[in-house]
């Protein structure tokens, strides 16, 4: 007989034990439910509002278009593709249009990066359009306004600013926009003291200074999960939350077919269970400290091919046998470390075959020293303007509060967030299926945004607003158009005249093209860095970690992913600390029980889950895993 | 004593309060039933000159309930087909045009006061001209026929094997305001698919499914 395999503790314990079925045989207990008069009042009233509903009738009106267009039938859905803006990741939709109204979002299979993929944020991110509590028009000091009075507001500003030498500051998440880049610089370009930064609040910043440092360009290099053999990926989850997570998940399972050709080997070196650790062939239990020490042996091992340490020197053996046909990935913040990463990639040949520099990606940008940095001039109150556009820096960056320092605060927010909530002005943002636009996630692949309803309110999209503050404004369709036909068209060489170019790149959802080929300097750093060791103390290592569907919170207003059951620990809602089950035993605490949770000065109240997976039993001896692994969660704001 | 004659009270109150409801009895539905609703209709059309005395067919203006599951009401578009020439009711328009004669000068345009609603939704002027000074505003119609949203409803798929629309909609060309025909009950749907199955329609066999999830899903 097949072994029987347990999916919860509860599951396991009634494997074990015949009186812990599932069904029981003992009759339910009664008592705290209803007794006989109170079900009567309720079965009573539930009637009695019943009638009261069916007394009432509403009147339903047919509203038809004065003028139809041709082809259009109500009650016919059309299907138009899109870009998913539910993360940085942008990838390809197609969106489902009924009546004039968006309702559905798929991917779109033709898309290069995606195919076909489209994740739980983004299938319920067309929620948000809908969302009764988005940001309807300017508001000025929290006062609605129109978009004159705002537009004088912040040109005022400008041009004082222009004038006296001003800081002006713009801060946005990652822009994966070709068309919003160029305006941004159009837009800083007429100040004296202006700068752009970005950051992302699941960052990959290391990612991109490693790189800076071994191959000369700041850049996030494109992972081809469906070309590698051998994946080893260190605390990257990225079958979940990691940088693209549908992209890389399609990759993935394309070199993991049991019907293929190959079917890759998967080692994840992990602190806590994810979703890509479910999957993988060795999952080997760190602790967040550990890490280090294992890139650094790991690099040894794939040099020499020797390790102290078992587990090493067999994952090291697996990848010098797949050399050019294997990618390490690795989740750490730590420069140092991924520079360590990106040598062992070096050393194996990936660069190229699995790790493309040439086609690099856009979905991550965001630089966390230049963050850093802001944050201090804020503080130091030396910023005179500061915009944040399509982020929310008071939640998600640390230090992020310092905003409210600014002289003058303006915020492009689709809702009031806790950074809109501090601003002089808000400009009202438009939802994505409002906004015409475009999004390169990787070099060579570009979508155009294409709208799909008009506007629901007085919004106005980034590049409108940029468009109008630079004294050029335009409509977003204009101003993309103008872009493509100027830069994507030459490059992509279609033998088509651009208008048919830009309705077929429409149609098709992407338009493909060579970019330049990028200089590879040789993998050998500026400076070699010992890799940042986290102190060993006594007592419990804290990982914070992404949830699959709602990421670092940005979307937790939408009711769909709260309610989303995370696929590792089965928990709707709330916010929640995972435990070993050892961890728990030794303090004594079940699941629902609360602890207290603190950490670089700050405490949190949080109910504890039983979480199998941050230590196993094969972990239990090791000398240094002495300390157990706390998992938090940030989920946001529940 | 008392009691008695407040028995008696009691029971002749009853007894009146029965006959005066039981006229009404008949006409009482139960809670959704819309069966006999014949909402007054923003511009005064009527079924009974277009379908009835016109003899146009339902699918010309109902185009849609070939292929898709809306019958739909037409866009003012597709009234102006006709309605660009037809501009009053033709007595009034040969009124005119006698009139006309006998003063020997053109006949002037005459514009019902119905189909005035119109050409205002329209935005034009009174050459029938887009006039931009007007702002063009759809025209909200009183919905009549109305399922609830557990239930999925196709009209293609009735029309496509030849189902009459009459058979539900009953005689709509001579209905001068469209009132509800059928009561479009769940009983009702169930037994003329299990008819249809039975003795086909038009002669022709079909296979009309009663499953629940042919219409809740």
């Known amino acids: 007989m097949a072994e029987k395999l347990w999916r919860s503790l509860e599951e396991l314990r009634s494997l074990s034990g015949p009186d812990a079925a599932e069904f029981t045989e003992t009759p339910l207990e009664t008592a705290g439910g209803p007794d006989r008069r109170g079900f009567l009042k309720a079965v009573g009233f539930t009637f009695g509002a019943s009638m009261l509903a069916g007394c009432s009738r509403t009147v339903p009106r047919i509203e038809p278009n004065l003028v139809q267009p041709e082809g259009f039938i109500p009650g016919r859905p059309v299907y138009y593709t899109s870009v998913c803006g539910g993360c940085g990741a942008a990838c390809g939709t197609l969106v489902k249009v009924r009546d004039g109204r968006p309702i559905k979002l798929e991917g779109n299979p033709e898309h290069p990066a995606s195919r076909g993929g489209l994740c739980a944020v983004g299938q319920a991110s067309i929620l948000g359009l809908y969302d009764s509590q988005r940001v309807a028009q300017p508001l000025i000091e929290g006062k609605a306004a129109g978009w004159e009075q705002a537009d004088a507001l912040i040109r005022s500003r400008l041009d004082e600013a222009r004038k006296n030498g001003g800081a002006v500051r713009l801060l946005t998440a990652s822009v994966n926009s070709p068309t919003e880049s160029v305006w941004i610089r159009r837009f800083l370009e007429g100040f004296r003291n202006a700068r752009h930064v970005e950051y992302d609040a699941l960052s990959s910043s290391a990612i991109l200074d490693a790189h800076e440092q071994t191959h000369g360009a700041r850049i996030l290099p494109r992972y081809r999960f469906d070309k590698a053999d051998v994946i080893v990926s260190i605390d990257a989850d990225f079958l979940g939350t990691w940088i693209s997570p549908v992209e890389f998940a399609r990759g993935y399972a394309d070199s993991r077919n049991p019907q293929g050709s190959r079917y890759a080997w998967h080692a994840q070196v992990e602190p806590r269970m994810s979703l890509s650790g479910t999957k993988a062939d060795q999952r080997v239990v760190l602790g967040p400290g550990e890490i280090a020490d294992f890139v650094t042996d790991l690099a040894g091992a794939v040099r020499t091919g020797n390790s102290s340490r078992a587990v090493v020197t067999a994952i090291a053996g697996r990848l010098r046998e797949a050399r050019g046909r294997s990618l390490v990935v690795c989740g750490s913040q730590d420069t140092a470390t991924q520079v360590l990463v990106n040598q062992i990639n070096e050393a194996l040949g990936n660069y190229g075959p699995t790790i493309e520099t040439d086609h690099a990606s856009r979905q991550r940008r965001g630089d966390d020293r230049a963050l850093e940095s802001l944050i201090e001039e804020l503080r130091g109150g030396h910023v005179d303007v500061l915009i944040v556009a399509g982020a929310n820096p008071a939640f998600d960056a640390p230090g992020g509060d310092a905003v409210a320092k600014a002289k003058f605060l303006a915020v492009h927010a689709e809702r009031m967030d806790e950074t809109a909530s501090k601003a002089n002005l808000i400009c009202a943002a438009s939802h994505t299926l409002e906004s015409w636009g475009d999004a390169e996630p990787v070099e060579g692949t570009a979508s155009i945004v294409q709208p799909c309803i008009r506007p629901l309110f007085q919004t106005r999209t980034l590049l409108e607003a940029l468009a109008g503050w630079s004294g050029k404004p335009a409509a977003a369709l204009d101003l993309v158009r103008d872009q493509w036909q100027k830069e994507i068209y030459p490059k992509a060489k279609p033998n088509l005249p651009f208008d048919r170019f830009w309705e077929k790149a429409l149609q098709d959802g992407f338009v493909q093209y060579e970019p330049g080929a990028r200089m590879r300097a040789a993998a050998k750093p500026r400076e070699q860095k010992e890799p940042a060791r986290i102190p060993r103390s006594e007592g419990f290592d804290v990982v914070l970690y992404a949830k699959t569907a709602l990421f670092a919170g940005r979307h937790a207003y939408n009711p769909w992913l709260q309610e989303v059951p995370d696929p590792i620990s089965k928990v709707a809602w709330d916010n929640y600390a995972c435990l070993g089950p050892q961890a728990a035993a030794k303090l004594g605490v079940k699941t629902g029980d609360y602890v207290r949770v603190e950490c670089g000065g700050q405490t949190l109240d949080l109910p504890a889950l039983i979480q199998v997976g941050s230590t196993r039993r094969n972990c239990r001896d090791r000398p240094g895993l002495r300390q157990q692994t706390l998992d938090a969660l940030r989920q946001g704001r529940a | ?217």
């Open chain 2, 1 to 217: 004593m008392n009691t008695r004659i407040a028995t008696i009270v009691l029971a002749i109150g009853l007894g009146v309060s029965f006959v005066l409801l039981a006229a009404r009895i008949g006409k009482l539905h139960l809670p959704g039933n819309q069966q006999g609703y014949a909402p007054a209709q923003p511009i005064a059309y009527s079924h009974l000159l277009h379908a009835g005395d016109m003899q146009i067919p339902c699918l010309y203006c109902h185009y849609p309930a070939q292929s898709s599951r809306h019958a739909g009401v037409p866009p003012a578009n597709l009234c102006m087909n006709c309605h660009r020439e037809v501009t009053a009711s033709l007595g009034a328009m040969h009124a005119e045009d006698e009139l006309a004669a006998k003063e020997n000068r053109k006949p002037r345009r005459v514009v019902s006061s119905e189909l005035k609603k119109l050409y205002d939704a329209l935005a034009l002027d009174a050459n029938l001209q887009p006039d931009p000074g007007k702002e063009a505003r759809p025209i909200a119609w009183n919905r009549v026929h109305t399922l609830p949203s557990f239930v999925y409803f196709d009209h293609r798929a009735h029309i496509t094997v030849g189902v009459a629309c009459q058979q539900c909609h009953g005689p709509v060309e001579t209905m001068v305001r469209v009132r509800q025909f059928s009561d479009l009950s769940m009983g009702w749907c169930v037994n003329c698919h299990r008819q249809a199955t039975a003795q086909g329609v038009g002669g022709r066999q079909v296979n009309a499914p009663v499953t629940c999830s042919t219409c809740h899903f």
